[in-house]
């Protein structure tokens, strides 16, 4: 197993669905991150949890509702979505808030 | 606000050659800096982290130096080759762990 791994890996879907990504990690880390990627605009960051509580919500709309179960799980459940969140979503781990990012290999949404 | 700047946004070397990667930030209170490489429609790829009190860190072909005072990075990739082709990213973070990140310099090394 990688350390991070995101599903599913690519994901299509209309703008009245409902769906859900998923993060696990399995490096023992104690913080996620969820970051978005679009077209030629740099990574942004969306939710941070450090040790299952959220610490940072960067004025991401509630049609993005993040969810961590426990310190290996992180999901963000997305309804109602809009065009322009075509996008890729990364999700990242670290020890804590000092120490370096690994990052999956993210999950390529389409909203048509 | 932190805003992240890195020139060139493109570079295409011919294999072998020694590359420098700039990278500039607004605000000097840093905490540590990250270096990664993305493949295309891959995820990140931590090279290095340079923190705070360190002036630079090495890591095989690598070198990353960093002058908080001036708000500067370099990665510095030596003898380059077609497989460092990617598009590499540096990343600021505040001490509540918050990146933030540049556009990116995409890298082509022609064999």
């Known amino acids: 197993e990688t350390g991070v791994t995101q599903t599913p890996r690519h994901l299509v879907m209309g703008m009245t669905n409902k769906k859900s990504l998923k993060c696990e990690q399995h490096l023992g880390h104690n913080a996620m991150y969820w970051y978005k990627q679009s077209a030629k605009k740099p990574l942004e960051l969306m939710f941070v949890?450090?040790?299952?509580?959220?610490?940072e919500n960067n004025s991401v709309p509630s049609r993005f509702s993040p969810e961590c179960p426990n310190s290996s799980h992180l999901f963000l459940h997305l309804h109602t979505l809009q065009p322009e969140d075509s996008a890729l979503y990364l999700c990242?781990?670290?020890?804590?808030?000092?120490?370096?990012?690994?990052f999956g290999d993210g999950t390529r949404l389409s909203i048509l | 606000k932190q805003e992240v700047t890195q020139i060139p946004a493109a570079l295409s070397v011919p294999e072998g050659e020694n590359l420098v990667l700039n990278c500039s930030f607004t605000d000097s209170a840093i905490y540590n800096l990250q270096w990664f490489r993305q493949d295309p429609g891959k995820g990140l790829t931590s090279l290095l982290l340079?923190?705070?009190?360190?002036r630079e860190q090495t890591s095989g072909r690598l070198n990353a130096s960093l002058d908080k005072s001036s708000g500067r990075s370099t990665l510095y990739i030596a003898a380059s080759q077609p497989g460092d082709s990617a598009t590499y990213l540096c990343a600021p973070f505040s001490n509540t762990g918050k990146l933030i990140f540049g556009q990116g310099t995409t890298l082509q090394v022609k064999p």
């Open positions: 990242a781990s670290s020890q804590d808030n000092s120490q370096p990012q690994h």
């Open positions: 340079i923190q705070s009190s360190q």
């Open positions: 949890y450090s040790l299952e509580e959220r610490v």
